[in-house]
């Protein structure tokens, strides 16, 4: 089997603050990592060369930093890593990321199954999965929760859903998108770590993809970010204080209140 | 402190980092109340690779030493100085076979110690043999192509969990120290069975046990080494071992601190943090001070060692010896900054007090550690 799976550098959550005055995230000094619904992807495509055999390709789309991602995913796995980098990226939206991915992916050739996380932590679109099977004409299944059977031509997973999951039946090759309920990652072994470190990784630049050069970077984004805010906190919360008898009463009253009589 | 660590060495400083603060940092307490053996993170440890860092590339290591041990140690340790003694103590009852086996007993048990799939132990302490190791009573009789021991070894870290065990029995009393052998045990073998296990004030996920040799038949081929080689194979491996038992000691030293400067920044007394008080500050400008202290002698210790160099025992014991009394100050010394809180089992302090205390204990008491300090002395001086 041979998977593909996209990922993306981004600022650690656990650190991201906002600059009060222009409302932008603050990126310096915040460690980067992949995006953590990515971890479930490359764990989901392990897991599956582990059963089914064959290799795995990472890939993703990052100033020449996002180089680091990738060697941890190949640390964990995966065979093959591809950075696709150049200036003529920068400012891309989702349109022209999912557009550059599946030239990317097009160059690559052929694939089985392509694996991407639900969304980015830092942008939380959910958009470029979807958009990469667009642009590839290919079927996909977003927010995979399981794979329940898959072979060379078609699979059949479950897809979370509001209210429970959906089971659906595809033909390959498709993309999915993954859900953190489909597995728990595994952590890095040092074999792997050292075996990472030396590996080497491809750096493709916008004319060694066959593409249009106007559908890439800010040119080839429609997409338009006219402000950042955080949202206003919320107003009216009531804090009810003294013994809980009292308290209590307190609370009845309040709630008797707001009730339609 | 930067202590100039290889790529390597920073590889599994920061993957056993990961897995104590996202695997054993969570479940220690609970380890700690249930004496419980933590096997899924033994099992995390061992798909980590983390179990050969200091075993040959040739025999499925990672191809380190004493260094990579002791810093993967002392990460672990951060989080619960029980959970990393699995590992500790496996390389313990491990050194045996890597300094005196041969290829043929490397081959059959290195590689599944490395990849962590077997668990190893060292078997020397009786009930009535403890810091005078001559006194042992279990004894290794030769019958034919065999060996058969009989006698009991008491209080044997992994003790029941592991699968191999390097056992030091007399084949020869009459000799004395010189009539010691080591010898290579599995569990399962016919006569080898397990006795009490034992309830102890720290450390306890991990699992310290009785082992039982009742007319045990032994192949010849386990031997380590040859007959009465037991006591330099006990010595020359705590020279190696010894380091870790120092950097498991710096480690619970440097968790308990951790959530000592933590807790002061946080704890409001008089209107202010605690952290703002000059008695505290000095007793947390002490207690890091004796850490780094320690473990740059770890470190320098840990890299004499791997050089190959010839007297070690002194470097090592003053590791071990040093480290583990900072341990055991370090530890208290934060119990006090959490005051009432760091009394109760609800806070994480206590525990990494009870867990300080047997680092001055096993693999030699400090006393005994001073003694070999200052024989060492006594005999370049003679030089």
Same mark, same amino acid.
């Not at chain 1, 066959?210 to 970077?217: A, I, M, S, V």
């Not at chain 2, 081929?221 to 009465?228: I, M, R």
């Given at each position: 089997m041979k998977i593909i799976v996209c990922i993306k550098q981004v600022p650690n959550s656990a650190d991201v603050k906002i600059d009060? @005055? *222009?409302? *932008?995230?603050?990126?310096?000094?915040v460690e980067s990592v992949i995006n953590p619904f990515d971890t479930y992807a490359i764990e989901e495509a392990v897991r599956l060369k582990e059963r089914f055999a064959g290799t795995i390709t990472i890939i993703t789309m990052g100033p020449p930093q996002a180089e680091a991602a990738l060697r941890e995913a190949l640390s964990l796995g995966c065979d093959e890593a591809i950075l696709i980098s150049d200036r003529a990226f920068a400012g891309s939206d989702t349109w022209a990321t999912s557009y550059t991915l599946s030239s990317a992916i097009k160059k690559i050739g052929s694939y089985d199954l392509i694996l991407c996380g639900k969304q980015a932590s830092d942008g939380d679109t959910a958009q470029v999965g979807p958009g990469v099977a667009t642009h590839l004409d290919i079927p996909q299944v977003t927010y995979v929760k399981k794979i329940e059977e898959i072979n060379g031509e078609k699979a059949r997973v479950e897809r979370l859903v509001e209210d429970g999951y959906e089971i659906v039946e595809v033909s390959l090759p498709c993309l999915f998108t993954v859900v953190k309920e489909i597995n728990v990652p595994r952590l890095p072994s040092l074999k792997g770590k050292i075996k990472a470190k030396a590996a080497k990784v491809a750096v493709w630049n916008a004319a060694s993809l066959?593409?249009?050069? @106007?559908?890439?970077?800010l040119e080839g984004s429609p997409t338009k970010v006219m402000k950042i805010f955080n949202p206003p906190p919320r107003k009216g919360a009531v804090k009810i204080t003294g013994e809980p008898e009292e308290a209590v009463d307190k609370l009845i009253e309040l709630l008797g209140k707001d009730l339609p009589r | 402190m930067d202590y100039l660590l290889n790529e390597q060495q920073v590889m599994i400083r920061d993957l056993a980092r990961q897995i104590a603060k996202e695997k054993i940092a969570p479940v220690a307490a609970e380890y700690d109340e249930k004496e419980e053996f933590p096997w899924p993170i033994v099992k995390l440890l061992a798909d980590s690779d983390l179990f050969g860092v200091y075993i040959e590339e040739k025999y499925g290591g990672i191809g380190g030493g004493v260094l990579e041990l002791a810093i993967c140690t002392e990460e672990l340790s951060k989080a619960c100085g029980g959970i990393s003694l699995s590992l500790a103590a496996t390389a313990l009852g491990t050194y045996p076979i890597i300094l005196f086996g041969n290829d043929e007993q490397k081959q059959k048990y290195l590689p599944d110690i490395a990849k962590g799939r077997k668990l190893a132990a060292f078997a020397i302490t009786e009930p009535e043999a403890g810091s005078d190791a001559g006194s042992i009573k279990t004894t290794a009789k030769k019958e034919g192509d065999h060996y058969i021991l009989n006698g009991t070894k008491q209080w044997i870290t992994n003790g029941g969990e592991a699968e191999v065990y390097t056992v030091v029995a007399m084949t020869d009393k009459s000799k004395g120290a010189r009539g010691a052998s080591v010898f290579i045990l599995e569990k399962g073998m016919k006569g080898f069975t397990f006795g009490k296990k034992e309830k102890k !004030?720290?450390?306890? &996920?991990s699992a310290t046990r009785e082992l039982i040799f009742t007319d045990c038949k032994v192949p010849k &081929?386990? !031997? !380590?080494?040859?007959?009465?080689l037991g006591f330099i194979v006990a010595m020359k491996t705590f020279d190696k071992s010894r380091p870790g038992v120092a950097a498991q000691a710096v480690g619970i030293a440097q968790g308990a601190l951790d959530f000592a400067v933590d807790y002061a920044k946080n704890r409001r007394q008089f209107g202010q943090a605690i952290s703002s008080f000059q008695g505290i500050q000095f007793m947390l400008a002490d207690m890091a001070t004796q850490i780094e202290a320690a473990r740059a002698l770890i470190y320098s210790a840990c890299r004499m060692i791997d050089s190959g160099a010839k007297d070690i025992s002194k470097i090592s014991a003053m590791a071990k010896m040093f480290a583990s009394d900072v341990a055991v100050k370090v530890t208290i010394d934060a119990v006090q900054i959490f005051g009432g809180y760091g009394y109760m089992r609800d806070y994480p302090v206590e525990k990494f007090m009870r867990d300080a205390k047997i680092t001055q204990i096993y693999e030699g008491t400090n006393q005994i550690q001073r003694n070999v300090i200052a024989q060492a002395l006594i005999k370049e001086s003679l030089k």
């Open positions: 009060p @005055k *222009t409302n *932008t995230l603050i990126r310096e000094g066959e593409c249009d050069p @106007k559908r890439l970077g | !004030l720290g450390i306890r &996920a &081929a386990n !031997l !380590l080494g040859k007959e009465g």
